[in-house]
């Protein structure tokens, strides 16, 4: 089950990586996402995943969801983005306009 939440989670951090806390300011993902001051800047949609993939792991441990399950198994929608990023094989001022049209 723990797979279930895997493209949420890739897609939280594909979000966190274009945000400007991360591109312009310099700070690391999770310190956007727990500092209060610096997740105040982040753009909704981030927030947004935040709380999904909270609300997808605490779903890991709903007893009423053991048969079923979480929810659909991973399909790696976000697996390449997250990789070229993840390499450093991108333009800011791209990965920035991407982020400001989903805005």
Same mark, same amino acid.
């Given at each position: 089950?723990?797979?279930?939440?895997?493209?949420?989670?890739?897609?939280?951090?594909?979000?966190?990586?274009?945000?400007?806390?991360?591109?312009?300011?310099?700070?690391?993902?999770?310190?956007?996402?727990?500092?209060?001051?610096? $997740?105040?800047?982040? !753009?909704?949609?981030?927030?947004?995943?935040?709380?999904?993939?909270?609300?997808?792991?605490? &779903?890991? *441990? #709903?007893?009423?969801?053991?048969? $079923?399950?979480?929810? !659909?198994?991973?399909?790696?929608?976000?697996?390449?983005?997250?990789?070229?990023?993840?390499? &450093?094989? *991108? #333009?800011?001022?791209?990965?920035?306009?991407?982020?400001?049209?989903?805005?």
């Amino acid at each position: 089950m723990p797979s279930s939440c895997k493209d949420i989670r890739t897609g939280l951090a594909l979000c966190l990586q274009r945000s400007p806390c991360v591109l312009i300011d310099r700070h690391t993902p999770t310190e956007c996402m727990e500092n209060p001051e610096l $997740r105040k800047d982040l !753009p909704e949609q981030c927030l947004a995943r935040m709380r999904s993939y909270a609300q997808c792991r605490r &779903g890991i *441990f #709903d007893m009423r969801k053991r048969f $079923r399950g979480n929810g !659909p198994l991973s399909t790696g929608v976000y697996d390449e983005d997250f990789e070229r990023i993840s390499k &450093g094989e *991108f #333009d800011p001022k791209t990965e920035l306009d991407k982020v400001s049209k989903l805005l």
